[in-house]
Each structure stands twice: as structure tokens, then as C-alpha cells.
């Protein structure tokens, strides 16, 4: 008590209480518009690069630029600090180029005079491509080849999600919507022979057949105009895609079926906790990937319950969508906030965004208020939050190939377990890192002010010199969700 008093003490005189000051976020999107995933490789169009670079530059201007709507503390705008960014993307053409598509927009070319260097002979060097910003991707082993696979868990190389997932075939809800909407199917049959045969045309395949007619309506000038494809019927066809889709994606009695939601969870929060634990220095973390990760997220954090919003996320989401995570403080910014005054705020946005058409609030967990303690939503993420190699194998089943050694650690110990997703088990790894982070941060941060208290020292601020401050184990036949 007496350290916190102190430390209180010692800091009240800089404080600026009541204004809202954003310190990081975590960005996850879905890809641009794409080529179909009946004719792989899928690729990024010229459409889907536009909507991806809108989406970006919305971004910029909401957190990055000198005069942003919600600018992040110590950002550089112009010029970008790669110590403050990490982007990450599967091995996917679709995906990684949409990456490169969206950085752009968030930091773009900031022209011949600042992206220049003189040398030690006076010899001016000038960046090529009007200071065209390069910023390095990560590439992320989940969703590898997702915008070439048609099956939801195709990259996923989960065991028991995959098994999980084809449990949907069997269930009465598959049946009854297989058998209700033959006719419809059918009757499609003369648009996309070419691609199905006779029997996979079907709600079996409801995904890869909207697709596949999505795309056309998009970019096949040829389409035939004919009553087999109107507006309500692809708008129907839109609807059981959405409706099989979240149902590979996700079951609530089954949260193994979500893994890709489980693992994107793990990952927000040592994202954010990237942000806490260096203090500031760490400020955005962007990720993209395939909407089966949207879906599943979805259903594990309750947003698919949420009174008078809860179709808007049963549906895959659309090109370019994203959910972001928004760290912030209500108290003073400077030096970094107590763990207990950090907050965070959940946001999606369905399809490409701009200034018409802006991020939303949600609230996460069921909760009533869309803004979350920071410890409260890590609480919130550890119930399903699956992080680190070992953890995924113990949830997956696997015990082949990475997830050997673990298999094998697992038996010597007696720990073999029964492949669930670690709901309700305690702390996982990457949360139990946060926390311990945060216990360090404070004991650290109380030496310091009784070194300071007690040796007479004071708190300056120094000016800143930086600019600105595997195989599928489905049958072919079997289509799902990835892209």
C-alpha cells in the first residue's frame, strides 16, 4: 500500500485525467476481392487491391495521421518506425498481398524529400518510387494456402477439428437443409455445370457454388442474364453459405470445432500485451486471414448472442472486413498507465471501410458495456484462447509431425489429455505471460519511485530525435470454409 502511494504521489502532478488516449491496437482482416475458389490459385483483383488500400487508408487517418480522429500515443505519421508495427500473413498469394495492399494505405510513399539520404560525399540519395514505405510481413504457419482450399478447416491440420466439422454432415440441421433446398441447387445446374458435377450440386457445396456465382456477378461480363440468377436468388444463395459456413466454423458444445478463433484470440492478446509490456513502444499489430477465423471468434466470444445484433455476425464476413482491439486509457498517458487503468474496446466493420462507413463498438463476453479492464478481457479471451505449439497439440489430438515432441512430453509427464480446448482449465500460456508481465512491471515500477522519492530525482521529459513521434483428411467431395 505504501508503494502505491507513492507512486501516486509521485505521478499526480503530470496527470491529465478525462481525455481517452489510445495507446495500441490489433487489427485482424479478411483479404480483398479475390478470384474464385473453384479455379486455383485464387488471386487478389484490381477491385480487391482498391478495397484493401480504402481500408488501410481509413486506418491511417483514424490512428496514425498527425491530425487522426483517435491518433495512437507517439505514433510516427509519416515516416514509418518499424519497431512500432508488426504485420503478419499466411503463405497465401491472396492474403499476403493484401497485406501489402492495406500497408500501403496505412503508410504510404511519403514523397522524394523525406525519403532521402545524403551520403558522407554529399551525394543525395533519393528512395525509388516516390519514398515508397517498405514494411516487413510475417508469415504465420495457420491458413497457409487457405484461398486455395474450398474445406473450412483445409489449412487448419487440427485433428479434432476436423473431426468436429464433419460431425455437420451428419447432424439433422445439414439434413434438413440438404434436402429442402435440392430444388433450388438444381435449377442452378446450366450456370455451373462446367465446375460441379451432378452430384455435388447441392447444399453440400453451399459455399464454393455462392462463391463461384459471387464472383461472376462481380467480374463476368458474359453472365447470362436469365431468371435462374436473380438478386433474390443469389441473396439466397448468400444465406445458406452463411448459414453452412458458421455451422463448420462453429459449435457451442464443441469449442474445438473454432480453433481458428481460439488461436486468433491468443494471439490479440500477446499482441496488446506487446503494447503493455515495452511500455508504449509497441503500437500496432496487424494480421490478416481467411473469415473461417471471423466466424469462429464470433461464436466463442458471444457476439452471435448479443440482443438486436447478433445476425450481423453469423454471416461471413465480406472482402475486407476487420475487427480491431483498441488499447486505451482514460487517465494520464504519460508514463505508461498502471495495468488497471488500461482498457479495451472491441470493433468490426463488415466489408471495405472508409469515412462512410466506419468501424462499429460491440460489446465482447456477453457483457452490456463495450468497454472491457484490460485483465477483464484477458480473463475473458483465457477462456478459449488456445496459444503456444504444446497447447495446440494437447487441443488438436495431433501427435505427429511439430506436435511429436509434445505428444511425447505429454506421456512422460502423465498429462496426456483429451484434446479439449483448455476452457475452463486454468490459465493459458500466452495469459498467464500477460499477467506475469504485468506483476513485473509493477515491481519494477515501484523501485523506481522509491529510488526516485528517496534519492531526490525527478521525472523530465527528453526530446524525441525520431521523425515525428498438410493433406486435407476430408474427401474431396467435402467442401467447406476458408477464405
Not at 224 to 231: E, G, R, V
Not at 271 to 293: M, V
Not at 309 to 338: N, Q, V
Request: charged share 15%.
Amino acid at each position: 500500500m505504501l508503494l502505491a502511494v507513492v507512486i501516486v504521489a509521485l505521478y499526480l502532478p503530470l496527470a491529465t485525467y478525462g481525455a481517452e488516449t489510445i495507446l495500441g491496437v490489433y487489427i485482424f482482416s479478411r483479404h480483398g476481392d479475390r478470384t474464385p475458389k473453384t479455379t486455383p490459385p485464387a488471386n487478389l483483383t484490381e477491385l480487391g487491391y482498391r478495397q484493401i488500400f480504402t481500408s488501410g487508408t481509413y486506418f491511417r487517418n483514424r490512428y496514425i495521421a498527425f491530425n487522426a480522429s483517435s491518433r495512437i500515443a507517439g505514433v510516427n505519421s509519416d515516416i514509418v518506425k518499424h519497431s512500432q508495427i508488426t504485420a503478419s500473413a499466411p503463405l497465401d498469394t491472396v492474403l499476403m498481398n493484401s497485406a501489402q495492399g492495406f500497408l500501403q494505405g496505412l503508410y504510404p510513399p511519403v514523397g522524394s524529400e523525406l525519403a532521402s539520404d545524403t551520403l558522407r560525399d554529399g551525394r543525395l540519395v533519393q528512395a525509388p518510387l516516390n519514398g515508397y514505405q517498405l514494411i516487413p510481413i510475417q508469415t504465420v504457419t495457420s491458413g497457409t494456402g487457405s484461398e486455395d482450399s474450398a474445406w473450412l478447416q483445409g489449412s487448419s491440420n487440427c485433428a479434432l477439428a476436423i473431426v468436429s466439422s464433419n460431425e455437420y454432415y451428419s447432424a439433422s440441421d445439414y439434413n434438413d437443409m440438404l434436402a429442402t433446398t435440392g430444388d433450388l441447387y438444381e435449377s442452378l445446374t446450366p450456370l455451373i455445370n462446367a465446375t460441379f458435377g451432378p452430384e455435388a450440386i447441392s447444399y453440400k457445396n453451399a459455399y464454393t457454388i455462392f462463391d463461384l456465382l459471387h464472383v461472376a456477378s462481380i467480374h463476368n461480363a458474359t453472365l447470362p442474364t436469365s431468371p435462374l440468377l436473380t438478386t433474390s436468388t443469389l441473396a439466397r444463395l448468400r444465406t445458406l453459405a452463411d448459414h453452412h459456413e458458421f455451422n463448420l466454423a462453429y459449435n457451442a458444445t464443441e469449442p474445438i470445432r473454432a480453433i481458428a478463433g481460439s488461436t486468433l484470440a491468443a494471439q490479440i492478446v500477446q499482441g496488446l500485451n506487446g503494447t503493455i509490456s515495452t511500455q508504449g513502444k509497441s503500437k500496432i499489430t496487424i494480421e490478416f486471414g481467411a473469415y473461417a477465423s471471423f466466424l469462429s471468434f464470433f461464436g466463442l466470444a458471444g457476439l452471435t448472442t448479443v440482443p438486436n445484433t447478433a445476425d450481423a455476425f453469423y454471416g461471413i464476413p465480406d472482402y475486407a472486413s476487420t475487427m480491431t482491439f483498441e488499447l486505451f486509457t482514460t487517465a494520464d498517458a504519460t508514463p505508461f498507465p498502471a495495468v488497471e487503468d488500461l482498457q479495451v474496446r472491441f470493433l468490426f466493420h463488415n466489408g471495405t471501410t472508409d469515412e462512410t462507413s466506419k468501424p462499429t463498438p460491440y460489446p465482447l463476453f456477453g457483457q452490456a458495456a463495450t468497454e472491457l479492464k484490460w485483465m477483464d478481457f484477458a480473463a475473458g479471451m483465457n477462456r478459449f484462447a488456445v496459444g503456444g505449439q504444446e497447447q495446440w497439440c494437447k487441443a488438436c489430438g495431433n501427435s505427429t509431425g511439430v506436435c511429436a515432441t509434445a505428444a511425447a512430453s505429454r506421456v512422460d509427464s502423465g498429462t496426456e489429455g483429451n484434446g479439449s480446448s483448455g476452457s475452463g482449465e486454468g490459465i493459458t500460456n500466452i495469459v498467464a505471460g500477460v499477467i506475469g508481465a504485468m506483476v513485473t512491471l509493477t515491481t519494477i515500477l515501484a523501485a523506481e519511485a522509491l529510488v526516485m522519492l528517496f534519492a531526490g530525482w525527478r521525472v523530465v521529459r527528453k526530446k524525441r530525435l525520431t521523425n515525428d513521434d498438410g493433406d486435407d483428411m476430408v474427401d474431396d467431395n467435402i467442401k467447406g470454409m476458408e477464405g
